[in-house]
C-alpha cells in the first residue's frame, strides 16, 4: 500500500468542507458498513446458484469475479480517500468529466442501491416462509426454476420490513452503525462456523467430479460461457458487492482519508475469502445420493427444499439440525442487515445527486438534529418497492442489479485516470500502485460482467438510464434545483459513444438472457445477443473498444481550473493548490 501524508478531515479544519452531516463513523464501523453489505442473501443463495450455472467449476468463477472486484476495490480506496464526501460513486465522474457522465453513473448508482433492499427483503421473507405460520407469504418456484414470487401478503411483509428499513436510517447514522457492527459481527462469524463444520463432519471429495463432472457440458466454449455467465446470472459479483458503502458514508467518517481505504480493502478481502470457502464446503457437503439422483449440477434447480434454503436443507440432511436452525435465523438477519445499510447508501447517493444539481433539492435536505437526509430514505424506500412489482423474485432482481452496480463501478477507473492527469498533487491516503495499467483494465473487467448479465439486461438498463436523464430534465426545467447546470460536452464526448457500443456489442453478442433460473423471458423470445459475434472473439472487441473509451475520455476530461471548480464543495481554495 502506497501512504501519502495527508489532512485528517474533521468539520472544516484541514481544507475539507464539511457538508453538513455528523462525521461519528470509526474505521469498524466503515468496514462493517461494506462488509455487511457484502454478506446478505448473496451467500445463502449464491453457492447453489452458481453450482446449477457451471457445476463444480463455479469455484473458478468465485476466484475470477474477487479478482475483479479487487481491482475495482482498490480503484474506489484511492478515490475514496481523495474525496471524502457523502454519496461518493455518484460524484467521481461529476468532478472528472462534468454533469452529463456525473448524471450517467451517478443514476446508475442510485439504482442499484435503491433495488438491492428489495432484493434482501425477498429473500428475508423466502426464509421466513419455511415456518409454518409465514408459508403463505412465498409462493413455491415453478418446476425448473430456482425461486418462486411473493404473494400479496409477502408484499405487505415486503413493506413492512422497508418500513422498519426507514425507521432505523431516521433515528441516526451513529445508532445505525453501532446496530450494524453488531449484526454484520453475527454475519461474518455464522458462515465461518458453517465453513468448519461442514468442511469437519461432511466433505465428500468425490463430488467434484460427480453430477457430469468439473466442467459444464458443451466444450470447453460451453464451460467458459457458463462461467462466465454465472458471475453475474447466478448472483457470484452480486454477492460479493458492497465494499462501495464506507465509500458513501465519507461524509460521515471521522477521518475518511486514513480510513477509507482501509475499510474497502478489508471488506472485499474478509468477502471473498468467506464465499470461496462457503462454494467449495457447500459442493462437498451435499449428500453424493442427491447429486447421483438429479445426474446433472442443473438440475439440483429441480430440488424446490433444496432452492427454498440451501444451506439450511444441506446442514439439515448433514444432521447438523442446531447449525440449521441457526441458519434460519441469519436467513433473516443476514439480507435484512443489507438492506437496512442499502437504504442507507441509497439515501446518501440521492443526497449527492441534490448536490450535483440533478434531482429536486429536497432530497438534500437534513434533519436539523440528526443530520440525516429524511426526504432521500423515505424516496428511496419507495422506489425500491416499485421494483418489487414487475420483479418480485431474487433471481428476477440480481441481474438488474448487478448490471447497474458494476456500471457505476466502471465509472471510477476513468475518473481515477483523468485524476492522476488533472490532480496528481492532491494529497492521497491511498495511492495505487500501477494505476496507469490497473485503472484500464479496471475498465474493461467492468464492461466484461456487464456484457456477461445478457442483452436483455443491458437492453433494459439503457431503458432505465433513459428514465433517469428524463427526471433530471424534469427537475431542472421545473426549477427543483436552483443549482445551474453546465453540460460540459468536450468532457463527456465519449458518454453516448460508450453506451451505445456497450448495446450493440451485447446486441450481436453471445449472452442474450440474463438470468440462468428459468424467468419469464427464455432464449428463443430474445432479440439480441444470439452469437452473431463469434465467442472469444466477442470479448476482444470489447476489451478494445473499452480501452478505445477509456484513454479516450481520460484525453478528454476537464481542465484543472475546471476541476477545482466542481471540488469546491470539497477542498477549500488552499488545500486545491497544495
Given at each position: 500500500?502506497?501512504?501519502?501524508?495527508?489532512?485528517?478531515?474533521?468539520?472544516?479544519?484541514?481544507?475539507?468542507?464539511?457538508?453538513?452531516?455528523?462525521?461519528?463513523?470509526?474505521?469498524?464501523?466503515?468496514?462493517?458498513?461494506?462488509?455487511?453489505?457484502?454478506?446478505?442473501?448473496?451467500?445463502?443463495?449464491?453457492?447453489?446458484?452458481?453450482?446449477?450455472?457451471?457445476?463444480?467449476?463455479?469455484?473458478?468463477?468465485?476466484?475470477?469475479?474477487?479478482?475483479?472486484v479487487i481491482v475495482l476495490a482498490l480503484v474506489h480506496a484511492e478515490l475514496g480517500g481523495l474525496f471524502p464526501v457523502t454519496g461518493g460513486t455518484s460524484r467521481y465522474p461529476h468532478y472528472a468529466f462534468g454533469n452529463l457522465a456525473g448524471a450517467t453513473f451517478g443514476w446508475f448508482a442510485y439504482i442499484q442501491a435503491a433495488t438491492v433492499a428489495p432484493i434482501e427483503v425477498l429473500a428475508t421473507i423466502q426464509y421466513f416462509s419455511i415456518v409454518g405460520w409465514a408459508r403463505s407469504w412465498y409462493k413455491p418456484p415453478a418446476p425448473g426454476a430456482l425461486l418462486g414470487t411473493l404473494s400479496g401478503w409477502g408484499i405487505f411483509a415486503a413493506v413492512v420490513l422497508m418500513i422498519f428499513f426507514v425507521i432505523v436510517n431516521l433515528v441516526g447514522i451513529r445508532w445505525l452503525a453501532n446496530l450494524n457492527s453488531g449484526i454484520t459481527t453475527w454475519k461474518v462469524l455464522i458462515p465461518a462456523i458453517v465453513i468448519i463444520a461442514l468442511a469437519s463432519t461432511h466433505f465428500h471429495g468425490g463430488n467434484f467430479?460427480?453430477?457430469?463432472?468439473?466442467?459444464?457440458?458443451?466444450?470447453?466454449?460451453?464451460?467458459?460461457?457458463?462461467?462466465?455467465?454465472?458471475?453475474?446470472?447466478?448472483?457470484?459479483?452480486?454477492?460479493?458487492?458492497?465494499?462501495?458503502?464506507?465509500?458513501?458514508?465519507?461524509?460521515?467518517?471521522?477521518?475518511?482519508?486514513?480510513?477509507?481505504?482501509?475499510?474497502?480493502?478489508?471488506?472485499?478481502?474478509?468477502?471473498?475469502?468467506?464465499?470461496?470457502?462457503?462454494?467449495?464446503?457447500?459442493?462437498?457437503?451435499?449428500?453424493?445420493?442427491?447429486?447421483?439422483?438429479?445426474?446433472?449440477?442443473?438440475?439440483?434447480?429441480?430440488?424446490?427444499?433444496?432452492?427454498?434454503?440451501?444451506?439450511?436443507?444441506?446442514?439439515?440432511?448433514?444432521?447438523?439440525?442446531?447449525?440449521?436452525?441457526?441458519?434460519?435465523?441469519?436467513?433473516?438477519?443476514?439480507?435484512?442487515?443489507?438492506?437496512?445499510?442499502?437504504?442507507?447508501?441509497?439515501?446518501?447517493?440521492?443526497?449527492?445527486?441534490?448536490?450535483?444539481?440533478?434531482?429536486?433539492?429536497?432530497?438534500?435536505?437534513?434533519?436539523?438534529?440528526?443530520?440525516?437526509?429524511?426526504?432521500?430514505?423515505?424516496?428511496?424506500?419507495?422506489?425500491?418497492?416499485?421494483?418489487?412489482?414487475?420483479?418480485?423474485?431474487?433471481?428476477?432482481?440480481?441481474?438488474?442489479?448487478?448490471?447497474?452496480?458494476?456500471?457505476?463501478?466502471?465509472?471510477?477507473?476513468?475518473?481515477?485516470?483523468?485524476?492522476?492527469?488533472?490532480?496528481?498533487?492532491?494529497?492521497?491516503?491511498?495511492?495505487?500502485?500501477?494505476?496507469?495499467?490497473?485503472?484500464?483494465?479496471?475498465?474493461?473487467?467492468?464492461?466484461?460482467?456487464?456484457?456477461?448479465?445478457?442483452?436483455?439486461?443491458?437492453?433494459?438498463?439503457?431503458?432505465?438510464?433513459?428514465?433517469?436523464?428524463?427526471?433530471?430534465?424534469?427537475?431542472?426545467?421545473?426549477?427543483?434545483?436552483?443549482?445551474?447546470?453546465?453540460?460540459?460536452?468536450?468532457?463527456?464526448?465519449?458518454?453516448?459513444?460508450?453506451?451505445?457500443?456497450?448495446?450493440?456489442?451485447?446486441?450481436?453478442?453471445?449472452?442474450?438472457?440474463?438470468?440462468?433460473?428459468?424467468?419469464?423471458?427464455?432464449?428463443?423470445?430474445?432479440?439480441?445477443?444470439?452469437?452473431?459475434?463469434?465467442?472469444?472473439?466477442?470479448?476482444?472487441?470489447?476489451?478494445?473498444?473499452?480501452?478505445?473509451?477509456?484513454?479516450?475520455?481520460?484525453?478528454?476530461?476537464?481542465?484543472?481550473?475546471?476541476?477545482?471548480?466542481?471540488?469546491?464543495?470539497?477542498?477549500?481554495?488552499?488545500?486545491?493548490?497544495?
Open positions: 500500500m502506497a501512504v501519502t501524508e495527508a489532512p485528517t478531515p474533521t468539520g472544516t479544519s484541514g481544507g475539507v468542507v464539511d457538508e453538513g452531516l455528523n462525521r461519528h463513523v470509526g474505521l469498524l464501523g466503515l468496514m462493517w458498513a461494506s462488509e455487511g453489505s457484502i454478506i446478505g442473501s448473496g451467500w445463502l443463495f449464491g453457492a447453489l446458484a452458481a453450482l446449477i450455472a457451471a457445476g463444480p467449476s463455479a469455484l473458478l468463477g468465485w476466484i475470477l469475479a474477487s479478482i475483479i467430479s460427480a453430477g457430469g463432472g468439473f466442467w459444464h457440458p458443451g466444450g470447453n466454449n460451453a464451460a467458459a460461457q457458463a462461467i462466465f455467465k454465472a458471475l453475474p446470472g447466478a448472483g457470484i459479483v452480486f454477492a460479493l458487492l458492497g465494499f462501495e458503502q464506507a465509500v458513501q458514508l465519507g461524509g460521515e467518517s471521522a477521518n475518511p482519508q486514513r480510513d477509507l481505504p482501509r475499510a474497502v480493502i478489508g471488506s472485499i478481502l474478509i468477502g471473498a475469502v468467506l464465499y470461496i470457502l462457503l462454494q467449495l464446503v457447500f459442493i462437498a457437503g451435499l449428500n453424493p445420493a442427491t447429486i447421483a439422483h438429479y445426474h446433472t449440477w442443473t438440475h439440483l434447480a429441480d430440488d424446490t427444499t433444496l432452492g427454498a434454503g440451501p444451506f439450511y436443507t444441506l446442514l439439515k440432511v448433514a444432521g447438523l439440525a442446531w447449525l440449521a436452525w441457526i441458519i434460519r435465523i441469519d436467513a433473516v438477519i443476514s439480507p435484512g442487515g443489507t438492506g437496512l445499510i442499502y437504504l442507507t447508501s441509497a439515501s446518501r447517493l440521492s443526497f449527492g445527486l441534490s448536490k450535483n444539481g440533478y434531482v429536486p433539492r429536497q432530497l438534500e435536505a437534513t434533519h436539523p438534529r440528526t443530520k440525516i437526509p429524511a426526504v432521500g430514505v423515505i424516496v428511496s424506500a419507495i422506489v425500491g418497492l416499485l421494483f418489487l412489482l414487475p420483479f418480485p423474485s431474487w433471481a428476477s432482481l440480481v441481474d438488474i442489479v448487478t448490471g447497474a452496480s458494476v456500471l457505476m463501478y466502471a465509472g471510477a477507473p476513468l475518473a481515477l485516470g483523468a485524476f492522476r492527469k488533472s490532480k496528481p498533487h492532491l494529497p492521497r491516503s491511498y495511492k495505487l500502485p500501477g494505476a496507469a495499467v490497473l485503472a484500464p483494465v479496471a475498465f474493461v473487467l467492468a464492461n466484461f460482467i456487464v456484457y456477461w448479465s445478457g442483452w436483455n439486461t443491458v437492453s433494459l438498463l439503457m431503458a432505465v438510464l433513459l428514465v433517469g436523464y428524463l427526471i433530471i430534465a424534469l427537475s431542472v426545467s421545473l426549477g427543483l434545483n436552483d443549482t445551474v447546470l453546465r453540460i460540459d460536452w468536450g468532457a463527456a464526448i465519449w458518454i453516448f459513444p460508450y453506451l451505445i457500443g456497450m448495446t450493440l456489442i451485447s446486441y450481436f453478442g453471445n449472452f442474450g438472457t440474463g438470468g440462468i433460473f428459468g424467468l419469464s423471458v427464455t432464449a428463443k423470445d430474445v432479440i439480441g445477443g444470439q452469437g452473431d459475434l463469434p465467442f472469444w472473439w466477442d470479448l476482444l472487441v470489447l476489451g478494445v473498444f473499452s480501452l478505445a473509451i477509456y484513454f479516450l475520455a481520460v484525453w478528454r476530461a476537464l481542465p484543472t481550473e475546471q476541476v477545482d471548480e466542481y471540488i469546491s464543495d470539497v477542498y477549500t481554495p488552499e488545500l486545491q493548490s497544495h
